[in-house]
Each structure stands twice: as structure tokens, then as C-alpha cells.
């Protein structure tokens, strides 16, 4: 999904088997390790998220299950109505 290096997109079926690599294992190594803890932390704070807002997003998911579209400002009405200081 990611990918590190130059790509010369070359049209070749076996491109993938056959795969040259501009870089080090060690580099390769950190580049995982690093998007490793990247796409961690950013799974985190999703998680705290939508556990932080779950009520909010309930109310709006059940909305868009009735109404199928919301425009901004029903949202931020729906976000009032849950709590005066989420719509400020």
C-alpha cells in the first residue's frame, strides 16, 4: 500500500516478481517500523474519537438511515442538540 523508491512504470506482467529495489534493507526496515507506528497512532486517536463522540455519530447515522442526506448546518443542529458546547 505504500511504497518507498522509484516506480518506472514499467509495463511488465512479471514486474512484481522481478522487483528492484533503490534502497537498503535496513531502510526498508525503518520505513515499516515508522509506518508502522504512524498508521498505530492515527488508529488511536480514531478509536478515541468515536469513542469520545459514539453518541453524536449514533444521532447522526440513525438521521441519514431516515433521511439518507444531512447538510452541514443540520449537522451542527443535530451536534446542538446532543450538547451546547459540541455545536460551538
Do not use: H, W
Not at 16 to 32: C, G, P, Q, Y
Not at 36 to 54: F, P
Request: proline share 1%; with cysteine.
Amino acid at each position: 500500500m505504500l511504497n518507498f523508491g522509484s516506480d518506472n512504470s514499467e509495463v511488465f506482467l512479471g514486474k512484481d516478481i522481478i522487483k528492484r529495489r533503490d534502497f537498503s534493507e535496513d531502510t526498508a526496515l525503518r520505513i515499516d517500523r515508522e509506518v508502522k507506528r504512524i498508521v498505530d497512532e492515527c488508529y488511536g486517536r480514531a478509536g478515541k474519537l468515536i469513542r469520545e463522540n459514539i453518541d453524536a455519530l449514533r444521532k447522526i447515522a440513525e438521521t441519514l438511515l431516515q433521511r439518507e442526506t444531512l447538510t452541514g448546518e443540520e449537522i451542527e443542529s443535530i451536534l446542538g442538540e446532543l450538547s451546547p458546547v459540541a455545536a460551538a
